[in-house]
């Protein structure tokens, strides 16, 4: 052994290309620079998608596809270039639209990646595991991992909704399963919104439930019992970051509805504007009402009712609704459950400015 630095002699490169020769690699021959939560910075680009630019494209989708064996589904993914070619709105998270004509019938079946579904449009039946869920406009429907789950319209309106899916948390473990149902849509073995009878009343449970399962037992939340609990919240508290908002819960845990996706619902009261904050969860925002804008990173992201946009990690974000009258509602689906479960989940206040952020672009400017 001797006190001499060999780092950067001959014998050194001669060692290093024999590791790699036999497949092998020395741990000092890479920098590791330290990083803390204050420097690290969004991997990839935020993305805005306006409704005016999707609706026009779900008509079209629908003049030209059927759900069914040939298309399987009629759905338009919203894509972030910033990760191209993945498929993905945030690394972990695929947003996507769906469109089901009446009398359509989108056939069953079951994957490992687990779904939500946000209702924006029309009416219509989702069956999960046998349970006719009836799905309405703002009502948020859960398709957990590996239940057999199809679609059918049965009104005289066209029906449109959300897709939220973990596909790239899946394809990362190498855990991804499809499976077709033999025929149409998987049979009715459940009471209509079974669950919801059960467990819907988010504060009542049936005396025998006291286990706490992984994943919700209730599948459907309807949109007036979470309009109305938003404004109940509104009349107590609000949050620095997010202002009113709230969590989609499991009832027998009181968590996160699914292990590898949380949903929330948040309004941002007239004339709000948000402290920013930025953490290691990604997530996808839907305007649902009201119009505004959020601040990510310094740019500036404006919002009218309908539009979507994709949040990455490590990004400094505040809201702002920018009317004095109107509330802004905003749907969103993380991935915070995966990084809580791993130990991974960090949260940073911006400090300077009184938690605001100074304004440089605009998305038009910044991306185009
Ligand atoms: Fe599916
Ligand atoms: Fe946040």
Known sequence: MTTESKLNSPEMEEFYNDLA????????HHNFPSQT???????YQPCRWLWKDIEPMIWRAGDLVQPGPESHRRVIQLKNPGLAPMPGAT???VLALQLVYPGEVAPSHRHTPTAIR?????KTVTMVDGEPITMNPGDLVLTPNWTWHGHTNETNEPAIWIDNLDVPIVGALKAG???DFPEGLDPSTKMPDESFRRFGSGHLRPIKSKKAELISPLHSYPWEQTHQALHELASVEADAFDD????YTNPTTGGHVLPTLACQIQMIRPGVHTKAHKHSSSAVFHVYKGSGHVIVD?????WKEGDFFSLPPWCNHEFV???NSEELVLYSSTDQPVFEALGLWHELAYEKNGGHQEVVATYEERYG
């Not at 020769?21 to 000092?28: S, T, Y």
């Not at 939560?37 to 991997?43: D, G, L, R, T």
């Not at 946000?118 to 029309?122: D, Q, S």
């Not at 310094?298 to 404006?302: M, N, Q, R, S």
């Open 91 to 93: 690394h972990t998270l």
């Open 118 to 122: 946000f209702m924006l449009k029309g």
């Open 244 to 247: 009113v908002a709230l969590e």
């Open 298 to 302: 310094g740019v500036k992201i404006a």
């Open 37 to 43: 939560a204050a420097e690290k910075s969004a991997p």
């Open 177 to 179: 399963i499809h499976e």
């Open 321 to 323: 609704n920018d009317s």
């Open 21 to 28: 020769g036999m497949n092998m690699d020395a741990l000092w």
